[in-house]
C-alpha cells in the first residue's frame, strides 16, 4: 500500500531555513499523515524500519505516532550502515519509475514540481508496485536471495 506523500518543496525549506529534512518536518509528517494513515491498516504490531539518519529518534517517533492514533506501532529499528540497498531495494526501483513519470510530463519547476510529485506518486499502478515487489524479491515463495553473488559461503537457505 501507498502512503500519502509530504513533499517539502524548496520554498518551505528556504522558510524553514535548511537545506534537506530536519527532524521536526519528520515528526510532523508522522503527526499530520502517517499515523493516521498506519493507524487506518488496522494492522497490530507494526515495526518502523529506519536508517541511522540523525533525524530518526526512535523515542520521539514512537510517540508522534502513539499521541496522533496509531497505538499500532511498537517499536522503530535502525538498519545497520549501508543495509538501505539490500533491506529496501525497493525504494531504488520504484522511486526511479516515480522519477521517470514525473520527467516525462515535461520540464519541471518550483510552480508544478510538488503537484507533479504527489500526482505521480498517487498514481502508480498496483500492477506496478505488485512487480517491483516481486523483482525485489518481497512476494512470499520467492527467493529473497536471488541476486547474491556467493549464495553457498553466505549460507543463504532457499
Request: net charge neutral; charged share 25%.
Amino acid at each position: 500500500e501507498l502512503f500519502p506523500p509530504t513533499i517539502f518543496g524548496p520554498d518551505e525549506r528556504a522558510a524553514l531555513d535548511v537545506r534537506g529534512i530536519t527532524q521536526k518536518m519528520f515528526i510532523k509528517y508522522i503527526q499530520d499523515i502517517l499515523a493516521q494513515a498506519c493507524g487506518a491498516l488496522d494492522r497490530y504490531p507494526l515495526y518502523l524500519v529506519l536508517d541511522k539518519a540523525s533525524i530518526h529518534n526512535e523515542e520521539k517517533i514512537l510517540e508522534a505516532f502513539h499521541d496522533n492514533g496509531c497505538q499500532e506501532l511498537v517499536e522503530v529499528w535502525k538498519m545497520p550502515t549501508k543495509a538501505g540497498k539490500r533491506m529496501s531495494p525497493l525504494d531504488n526501483a520504484l522511486f526511479h519509475h516515480w522519477k521517470e513519470r514525473i520527467r516525462g510530463l515535461g520540464k519541471v519547476s518550483k510552480d508544478n514540481a510538488i503537484q507533479r510529485m504527489s500526482d505521480e506518486w498517487n498514481n502508480l499502478s498496483s500492477t506496478l508496485l505488485r512487480s517491483q515487489y516481486r523483482h525485489c524479491g518481497l512476494v512470499r515463495w520467492e527467493v529473497p536471495y536471488f541476486d547474491c553473488p556467493q549464495p553457498s559461503a553466505h549460507k543463504h537457505s532457499s
